[in-house]
């Protein structure tokens, strides 16, 4: 392998340990799908904390860049001018975001207004890819090629490590969003391309140039949207499934709240008789 910008793919056992690495965090993570009742939301950040955490993700990204720039400023000193390989993947990217963002502000049409809306959509439209490339960064990081000499680990870290607070900075907005629910679909869609990632590793997670790699690597960040869109998307299944007096609970357990409440009134009753 000899263009720039790409990474080594994995190769004999490692590809079999990556594979059950990764099935094994899917089958995780779709164990805690099943096992949610009902889709959570997080306590919303105040003020302070959220001009703390925008903050926070501005600083990263001014990090990321200065990093991004040493890097590239040291591999031309090494090597000259070269020029990564096509990207064929950005395109798709950049549509499934778009298609995000539309899909977001306008199912929230008629219960949020409209800065919340807008600001929910944008959210919404770049923590995806953050999905997407926080479990794949660690797994490429250390065959990204070629390596920087004079010292490859330090210049993966300039770029990677502020590459790691960019994607945990950007999900961390997530919680700004009044509209954002952790839900079953979520989960599972995240599993779900989890488990594209091992299928991948199975052909040694290798960059995205043939056929195969490049179906694997856009289904799973099509996922990445899929499990935004379920964090966003209003929960009518569950709010129908609700009983009118006891919000928050499932119809079963309403029935048997109000079973259990009529029973103890009786025997009140027959106590006092």
Not at 70 to 89: C, K, M, N, T, W
Not at 199 to 207: D, I, K
Not at 267 to 273: D, K, L, M, R
Request: overall charge neutral; charged content about 10%.
């Amino acid at each position: 392998m000899t263009e720039y910008g790409t990474w080594v793919s994995y190769g004999g056992v490692a590809r079999i340990e990556l594979a059950v690495i990764l099935l094994a965090a899917a089958a995780g993570l779709a164990y805690a799908g099943i096992r949610l009742p009902l889709p959570a939301q997080a306590a919303r950040p105040g003020r302070a904390a959220m001009t703390f955490m925008l903050g926070a993700w501005v600083l990263a990204i001014a990090a990321f860049l200065a990093g991004f720039a040493s890097y590239v400023l040291q591999y031309r000193h090494e090597f000259g001018i070269r020029y990564a390989p096509p990207d064929h993947i950005l395109p798709v990217t950049l549509l499934a975001a778009g298609v995000t963002f539309f899909v977001i502000l306008v199912s929230s049409s008629g219960s949020y207004g409209p800065v919340a809306r807008l600001a929910s959509a944008v959210i919404g439209a770049i923590a995806a890819p953050m999905i997407f490339e926080l479990p794949f960064d660690p797994i490429v990081m250390a065959r990204t090629y070629p390596p920087i000499p004079p010292d490859p680990a330090l210049y993966r870290a300039l770029f990677f490590l502020p590459l790691f607070l960019v994607e945990i900075t950007t999900l961390s907005l997530l919680t700004m969003s009044p509209m954002v629910k952790l839900s079953r679909g979520a989960l599972f869609s995240l599993a779900s391309m989890i488990a594209v990632f091992a299928v991948w590793a199975l052909f040694g997670f290798a960059y995205p140039s043939a056929p195969i790699p490049t179906a694997l690597n856009v289904v799973s960040k099509l996922l990445a949207f899929v499990t935004v869109l379920c964090l966003f998307l209003p929960q009518r299944a569950k709010a129908a499934d609700s009983s009118p007096g006891s919000p928050g609970l499932g119809r079963t357990e309403a029935m048997d709240l109000a079973t259990e409440t009529i029973a103890s009134a009786e025997a009140a009753q027959a106590g006092t008789a």
